[in-house]
């Protein structure tokens, strides 16, 4: 299994930028599909992002597309999530997500661990 730990999180102003980090722990972070969730106040947890375990795959949620970036460094064992463009819409808790799994998720029930959280809170 594998730990993970996000960071980065913050208040900007919209506009603005931010770079979150999940760092990983345990099993062999290269087999995993890691996945960026996020969930405002108020309603459910949604997906945003996705990269293969080798880097070569992504997907965007389409109210991020061309802001927001994902990237990983298997070496470092850590996901990036590069923010540009913030709107006050972005704001909410931001999860990464792990599955062990050659294929490409989107659903949240197919990622099985997950880490506390940040909060990113984009001011208008």
């Known amino acids: 299994q594998v730990q993970l730990v996000e960071s980065g999180g913050g208040l900007v102003q919209a506009g603005g930028s931010l770079r979150l980090s999940c760092a990983a722990s345990g099993d062999t972070f290269s087999n995993y599909l890691v996945g960026w969730f996020r969930q405002a106040p108020g309603k459910e947890r949604e997906f945003v992002a996705h990269i293969s375990w080798s880097g070569r795959v992504t997907k965007y949620a389409d109210s991020v597309k061309g802001r927001f970036t994902i990237s990983r460094d298997n070496a470092k064992n850590t996901v990036y999530f590069q923010m540009n463009s913030l709107k006050p819409e972005d704001t909410a808790v931001y999860y990464c997500?792990?599955?062990?799994?050659?294929?490409?998720?989107?659903?949240?029930?197919?990622?099985?661990?997950w880490g506390q959280g940040t909060q990113v809170t984009v001011s208008s």
């Open positions: 997500a792990a599955a062990k799994s050659d294929y490409y998720y989107t659903d949240e029930e197919r990622y099985d661990y």
